[in-house]
């Protein structure tokens, strides 16, 4: 089984299968072994639900059907679960008196073999997104206007540990957090609630019949999409992602 997926659309997806392949690893397979019977039906499971899900359309434009924005701005989400952590990215723009947003990219890590607190998997989160939002602002800078980005999580110990400068914490946190101020300025991480971030879809998993008419993971949550009053002209950008990391 294969996937291209360079902007992460499918991420809560391929979630799944990477944790999959990451519990398969554990048990030292060989690549002709049979898997265990616990592992073969979750296989199975995953199969079965993306040859029964009807084929999802994504528009190539960012701004397709509407009018091209004056400005834009880069909006980053992150969550962690116990199987992995992901970070995911929507581009919110004003078209004429309302507000849309739009799905830019996304992308998951599984969690450490080594197991890790709750709060450390989200500090893992927060520092793929800030390496996902360099990126993706690097690729479009030149293309669009862009506002300061803004980050997302809904663990309010992530957000102390990025905000408090003046605290010392152990080498973990202290490294990570010292990257993630590299990155990106303090003062750009907010509070999400839980129930509205979208990369929890990411680090949970989801199977690809919820995807398919998932509002929340194509246009992020709705507050993203409150109204505006910026006038804009029309045109038609596409999506130019040549900048990636590993």
């Not at 397709?64 to 679960?81: I, Q, W, Y």
């Not at 197991?115 to 602002?137: D, G, W, Y």
Request: net charge positive; glycine share 4%; hydrophobic share 35%.
């Amino acid at each position: 089984c294969g996937f291209y997926d360079p902007m992460g659309f499918l991420a809560p997806i391929t979630v799944s299968f990477k944790v999959l392949f990451q519990r398969t690893c554990q048990l030292r397979l060989e690549w002709d072994d049979p898997l265990p019977p616990e592992l073969l039906s979750t296989w199975k499971v995953l199969t079965h639900n993306l040859q029964s899900t009807p084929p999802i359309s994504v528009p190539r434009c960012f701004f397709d059907g509407h009018p091209t924005p004056s400005s834009c701005a880069l909006k980053g989400f992150c969550n962690a679960s116990k199987l992995a952590y992901a970070a995911v990215v929507y581009l919110s723009f004003d078209c004429g008196d309302s507000r849309s947003s739009v799905f830019v990219a996304c992308k998951t890590r599984v969690a450490p073999l080594k197991q890790q607190t709750t709060p450390r998997l989200e500090l893992l989160a927060a520092l793929l997104l800030s390496k996902l939002m360099t990126s993706v602002t690097q690729a479009l800078e030149s293309q669009l206007q862009l506002r300061p980005p803004q980050y997302y999580s809904d663990s309010q110990v992530v957000l102390c540990w990025i905000k408090q400068d003046k605290m010392e914490w152990k080498p973990f946190v202290e490294n990570r957090v010292a990257e993630i101020r590299r990155l990106t300025p303090p003062e750009q991480w907010h509070y999400c609630a839980s129930k509205g971030n979208p990369a929890d879809l990411p680090s949970r998993g989801t199977n690809s019949q919820q995807l398919h008419s998932c509002e929340l993971w194509l246009h992020g949550p709705k507050w993203l999409r409150e109204r505006a009053t910026q006038h804009t002209t029309s045109t038609c950008w596409t999506r130019r992602m040549s900048v990636w990391w590993n």
